[in-house]
């Protein structure tokens, strides 16, 4: 077994795309609380509170401790698995009841989203890796959240803030996609999943919206309601489209060998499993319960796998190299 000097010195190497283990993790939860799978659903939320603990801890000391290293980490696009984590855990936990537990979870996430994506857009440039779809991610993971706490609360500011959210995340898709490497599809170590899940994961604001909607808050008139309903249509549409694309890519250029950024290909198989689920729900669309099940599974298969690879790729660095050597390996994967 490793000693805690050892343990410790490769928890604190661990890059800012980590953040998307939480997420995966926390989407498949939510994933399976949707579809009635109540006690896999909880396993998981544990894990992702667990995980979220760490990364905090960690994120805290390189901000108090460690100002030199902070600035790198910020600035990459995989800093917003941060906000984009913490949001998919305040969803998680708004399902149990503990609203003021997710209340201060959007508030915290409120509060790193600006700050962490000005740096991210200030880092953007032509030809990027798939994490640049992260802005888009971060900001409707608040609008999914708010949308949320929003119906839990009867709170009418917190869904009309939500749906600015809503579309600003759809913009911010728009300019990402811009400055997406399409080469990417093919050679990509997992990150270029989150071209899809970025329009999944506003398929899933889009039906907290329409859901959040009841007679005593009365949020969205009859125009208002068809165009969010078509509009997350829409995007649901588009993310099922990128899924099957990125499919095929996965078997006509298989990438067996575990990357940290495969957590970032199961968010995508997660949130669009839960989108789907959530828009039949939210729009009374019962044929779509079956192929969201279908997905959800997909992405649980997906989730154990690169799961183990992690634990995997763990002991081998626990055992391997040492430290200093490691830490080099971790920023050349890092995304830019």
């Excluded at 905090?56 to 790198?72: G, I, K, M, N, Y």
């Excluded at 984009?84 to 509060?111: D, P």
């Amino acid at each position: 077994m490793p000693g805690t000097s050892s343990l410790r010195a490769w928890w604190a190497q661990r890059p800012p795309a980590a953040g998307a283990a939480v997420m995966a993790t926390g989407i498949v939860s939510v994933g399976l609380h949707l579809a009635g799978h109540e006690v896999l659903s909880r396993i998981l939320l544990a894990m992702t509170g667990a995980a979220w603990l760490g990364l905090a801890a960690d994120f805290v000391v390189r901000l108090l401790w460690e100002r030199p290293r902070w600035p790198a980490a910020a600035g990459t696009p995989a800093a917003l698995t941060a906000v984009a984590a913490t949001t998919v855990l305040g969803t998680r936990v708004s399902a149990l009841g503990w609203q003021a537990l997710a209340g201060a979870l959007l508030a915290l996430a409120t509060l790193l989203w600006p700050v962490l994506l000005v740096d991210v857009i200030k880092q953007w440039k032509p030809r990027m890796p798939g994490a640049v779809f992260l802005g888009c991610v971060a900001t409707e993971g608040l609008a999914v959240l708010g949308a949320t706490l929003a119906a839990a609360e009867r709170a009418a500011w917190l869904a009309h803030a939500a749906l600015v959210l809503f579309w600003l995340g759809l913009v911010l898709y728009g300019f990402a996609l811009a400055r997406f490497e399409p080469g990417e599809m093919t050679r990509g170590a997992g990150d270029q999943w989150v071209a899809g899940g970025a329009p999944a994961i506003s398929a899933l604001a889009g039906s907290r919206l329409i859901a959040a909607d009841s007679a005593q808050l009365r949020l969205w008139n009859d125009d208002a309601h068809g165009v969010l309903r078509a509009v997350t249509a829409v995007v649901l549409v588009l993310a099922v489209a990128w899924y099957a694309v990125l499919l095929v890519t996965e078997v006509g250029w298989p990438r067996p060998r575990y990357d940290v950024r495969r957590w970032a290909t199961v968010f995508p198989l997660g949130v669009t499993a839960a989108a789907t689920l959530s828009f039949a729900a939210a729009d009374d669309v019962p044929w779509l319960k079956g192929p969201g099940q279908v997905l959800l599974w997909i992405a649980v298969a997906a989730w154990l796998a690169v799961a183990a690879g992690a634990v995997l790729n763990a002991r081998t660095e626990l055992r391997g190299p040492a430290p200093r050597h490691r830490a080099e390996r971790f920023r050349s994967r890092a995304p830019r």
